[in-house]
C-alpha cells in the first residue's frame, strides 16, 4: 500500500483537502483508505447503543457489522496509542492510504495551510513535507499549490508514490 499524509495545524483546510483528494482518487479508479489522527478526546459511539453498553461494560474491542459497514471500536483503557505502523497492518490492502496528521510520522506529507489560522508554517523545519498547498503565496524550497487546485495536488501526489 502507498501512503502519503495530510499536515498542518488546526484550520488549515486538512480535512477539506483530505475530502477533495479522496474523491478524486476514487474517481482515478484507486482504492482508497484513510487514517485520521485525533488529539483530542473523541467518540464514534453513542450513549444508549447496544456497543456503547459493551464497551461501557468492559469490553477490550467491540464490532459493530451491519449490511453497510463494519465498526471496529477498541478501548485502550490506559494502554499507549497504537502506532501509525499498527493501525495501517490492521488496514485492508488499498492502492492508497491518505493519512490526516500524524505530523512527526516520516512518510511523505503535503501541508496544508490558510494564512487566516496565523500559524507558522511546518515544513522549513521538516523534509517529509514534500509540498504546501496554501491559499495564499509561500516561499519556500517545496512546490507550492493552490489549496482548491485539488487536481494539481492529486497530480504531484500521484507522481511522487508512481500510482
Same mark, same amino acid.
Given at each position: 500500500?502507498?501512503?502519503?499524509?495530510?499536515?498542518?495545524?488546526?484550520?488549515?483546510?486538512?480535512?477539506? $483537502?483530505? *475530502?477533495? %483528494?479522496?474523491?478524486?482518487?476514487?474517481?482515478?479508479?484507486?482504492? #482508497?483508505?484513510?487514517? &485520521?489522527?485525533?488529539? =483530542?478526546?473523541?467518540?464514534?459511539?453513542?450513549?444508549?447503543?447496544?456497543?456503547?453498553?459493551?464497551?461501557?461494560?468492559?469490553?477490550?474491542?467491540?464490532?459493530?457489522?451491519?449490511?453497510?459497514?463494519?465498526?471496529?471500536?477498541?478501548?485502550?483503557?490506559?494502554?499507549?496509542?497504537?502506532? $501509525?505502523? *499498527?493501525? %495501517?497492518?490492521?488496514?485492508?490492502?488499498?492502492?492508497?492510504?491518505? #493519512?490526516?496528521?500524524? &505530523?512527526?510520522?516520516? =512518510?511523505?506529507?503535503?501541508?496544508?495551510?490558510?494564512?487566516?489560522?496565523?500559524?507558522?508554517?511546518?515544513?522549513?523545519?521538516?523534509?517529509?513535507?514534500?509540498?504546501?498547498?496554501?491559499?495564499?503565496?509561500?516561499?519556500?524550497?517545496?512546490?507550492?499549490?493552490?489549496?482548491?487546485?485539488?487536481?494539481?495536488?492529486?497530480?504531484?501526489?500521484?507522481?511522487?508514490?508512481?500510482?
Amino acid at each position: 500500500m502507498k501512503l502519503y499524509g495530510v499536515t498542518g495545524w488546526k484550520n488549515c483546510g486538512k480535512t477539506g $483537502l483530505m *475530502e477533495r %483528494l479522496v474523491t478524486e482518487f476514487t474517481e482515478r479508479g484507486l482504492t #482508497v483508505s484513510t487514517i &485520521k489522527h485525533a488529539h =483530542h478526546s473523541t467518540d464514534v459511539d453513542q450513549p444508549g447503543t447496544d456497543s456503547h453498553r459493551h464497551r461501557m461494560a468492559g469490553a477490550s474491542e467491540v464490532i459493530l457489522a451491519s449490511t453497510h459497514r463494519i465498526a471496529i471500536m477498541q478501548e485502550l483503557r490506559g494502554a499507549a496509542e497504537p502506532l $501509525l505502523s *499498527e493501525l %495501517l497492518a490492521r488496514l485492508s490492502p488499498v492502492d492508497l492510504v491518505l #493519512v490526516e496528521g500524524y &505530523k512527526r510520522e516520516p =512518510h511523505p506529507k503535503i501541508e496544508a495551510h490558510r494564512r487566516a489560522a496565523g500559524q507558522p508554517l511546518i515544513a522549513p523545519q521538516d523534509e517529509t513535507i514534500r509540498a504546501l498547498a496554501s491559499d495564499t503565496p509561500v516561499e519556500i524550497d517545496r512546490p507550492v499549490f493552490d489549496l482548491d487546485h485539488t487536481t494539481a495536488i492529486a497530480d504531484f501526489i500521484a507522481a511522487e508514490l508512481q500510482l
